[in-house]
Each structure stands twice: as C-alpha cells, then as structure tokens.
C-alpha cells in the first residue's frame, strides 16, 4: 500500500531563509509524487509533480523538488522564504490507478 | 480561481440528518474527486469518478455515497450525519483519470454537525 508522510506539521524559517519540507513515501511502484500548497481559507493548488521525466522537479513560486529513490524521499525546497510562502503544503504519491494519497501536511510559518 | 465550483460554502445541520453537497468540475475535466479535510485525519480521499463512473475509493463511510451526473456535475451525499462528519468536503477535477494529472481543487463546503 502506499502511504506518505511529513516529517513536521509545523516548521517555521526566518523570511530570507531557505526553506526545506520533508516527504517520505512508500509504494511498491514507481510512484508519481506532488506537492500541493494550501493557502488558508482555500483549496489546495498544485505546486509541482514528479513523473519520472527528471528527478529534479521545478515548480511555481520558486519551490523545487528532488526525488530521490534510495532515500524513498521528495523533499521540498526554495532557497529564500518570502512572507506570502505561509501556507500548509501536502505531499502526495499516486501509482497511477485513480487514487491519491496525500500526507497529513506540515504548516510553514515565517517570520519577520 | 481554479475553475471548480462547490455549493453550498457552509452548511450547519443536526445529527442524523441527510445532506448533498454538489461539485461541478472545470469544463472540460472527465475526473471528479471527493475529499474530507479534518483536523485529525487531514485530508482523506473518499471516492473518485471518471465520465460518470466510479473508478476508485477510499475511505469513505457506507452512509456516504457520490455520484457523477452526464453534465458531469457530481453529489456527494452525507446521511445518518455524526458530530464526527464536520469537516472541510472538497472535491477536485482533472482532465483524466489514473491519478496523474494535476487536481484542480475547489473552495470547499464547510459541514459542521451540531
């Protein structure tokens, strides 16, 4: 079965700073993995996927991902947090057969 | 603005009531997927639907059922409702099935069960 899960439901990082989002999956297929951002009061909205095209992945608002298959990990990563990164982010990994699972989401804080 | 609509924003019910809640996905999208956002379990997947057929589920309660209309519209129906049903419903669209491509994710219905 698989499954993902988040390492923090709340990681905080100074405006500037690099921010990093841990994700750990496990499938017993080459998944497809995602990273979804939730701004509050909203719905989630994609941030970047991983197909198998390129282990590094470059989605919108500067954020990149890398997924490593020896580590079973897609972590996510932008090199300077801005105040408008706040929002909760979800990983997600899918086999490709109708069904996502997403982790239980990890809340990012920044501060002044 | 994702191009998903849900209806109603908010709805306030007693336990043991029936509710719908109703989604219309992108023009275009095939795929509509139902989810339960909640504190405790985070987001849960409940049931998937692909041009009018259910293609897959998830954790989804026996008092809960969904479906796909021809316009492609879909209902999510919640009956016998429990304190434990309040939550965040949203439901997502894309443009095919296998859960590949992008979701695009509606504003939510907020239940609360009182």
């Known amino acids: 079965a698989q499954s993902v899960t988040q390492l923090g439901s709340h990681v905080s990082v100074s405006e500037g700073a690099l921010v990093l989002l841990r994700c750990n999956y496990s499938s017993s297929v080459p998944p497809y993995l995602f990273w979804y951002v939730q701004y509050p009061n909203q719905g989630l909205q994609l941030l970047l996927k991983?197909?198998?095209?390129?282990?590094l992945v470059k989605g919108i608002n500067g954020f990149e991902a890398e997924f490593k298959k020896s580590e079973t990990s897609f972590h996510l990563t932008k090199p300077s947090a801005h105040m408008s990164d706040a929002a909760e982010y979800f990983c997600a990994v899918s086999k490709g057969d109708d069904k996502i699972i997403f982790g239980k989401g990890t809340r990012l804080h920044i501060l002044p | 603005d994702s191009g998903v609509t849900q209806t109603p924003k908010h709805l306030i019910t007693a336990t043991g009531q029936r509710v719908t809640l109703r989604c219309s996905p992108r023009?275009?999208?095939?795929?509509v997927y139902w989810y339960q956002q909640s504190l405790d379990q985070g987001l849960q997947f409940l049931i998937h639907?692909?041009?009018?057929?259910?293609?897959a589920k998830g954790n989804i309660l026996e008092r809960f059922s969904a479906q796909q209309f021809p316009d492609l519209h879909s209902e999510l129906n919640l009956s016998s409702l429990e304190l434990g049903d309040s939550a965040l419903y949203f439901c997502?669209?894309?443009?095919?099935?296998?859960?590949?491509?992008?979701?695009?994710f509606g504003p939510g219905t907020r239940l609360t069960v009182l």
């Open positions: 023009s275009g999208d095939l795929s």
């Open positions: 991983y197909t198998s095209a390129a282990t």
């Open positions: 639907y692909y041009n009018g057929e259910e293609r």
């Open positions: 997502a669209s894309s443009v095919t099935s296998g859960g590949v491509d992008e979701q695009f």
